[in-house]
């Protein structure tokens, strides 16, 4: 069992930059592959990034790439996303989520957070 909580949304001007975290509870954490997601208002939920367990292997959305970076700390149990460049089309509600392996952290999570909120203003 794992739980995730998410931290470090707010409100930004577009050109600016946050850093979400998502802490996660359970023994087996470094195990997990961990991702992120973003849904905005009246939009299906959408991939953002993902980490394998090692931290070795990632993956961005084309339309984060160069602008968002995921990474993870195994000693804290603690899986991060840095957004710079923020544009107003990146406002949304932004969730953790871990699976058991990297094949299936993009289309099968078997853990959600409650998500955090992202507003970028223009």
């Known amino acids: 069992q794992v739980q995730l909580v998410e931290s470090g949304g707010g409100l930004v001007q577009a050109g600016g930059s946050l850093r979400l975290s998502c802490a996660a509870s359970?023994?087996?954490?470094?195990?997990?592959?961990m991702g992120w997601f973003r849904q905005a208002p009246g939009k299906e939920r959408e991939f953002v990034a993902a980490?394998?367990?090692?931290?070795?292997?990632?993956d961005h959305a084309d339309s984060v790439k160069g602008r968002f970076t995921i990474s993870r700390d195994n000693a804290k149990n603690t899986v991060y996303l840095q957004m710079n460049s923020l544009k107003p089309e990146d406002t949304a509600v932004y969730y953790c989520?871990?699976?058991?392996?990297?094949?299936?952290?993009?289309?099968?999570?078997?853990?959600w957070g409650q998500g955090t909120q992202v507003t970028v203003s223009s």
């Open positions: 989520a871990a699976a058991e392996t990297t094949a299936k952290i993009k289309r099968y999570p078997a853990y």
């Open positions: 359970g023994r087996t954490f470094n195990s997990y592959a």
């Open positions: 980490i394998s367990w090692r931290g070795v292997n990632t």
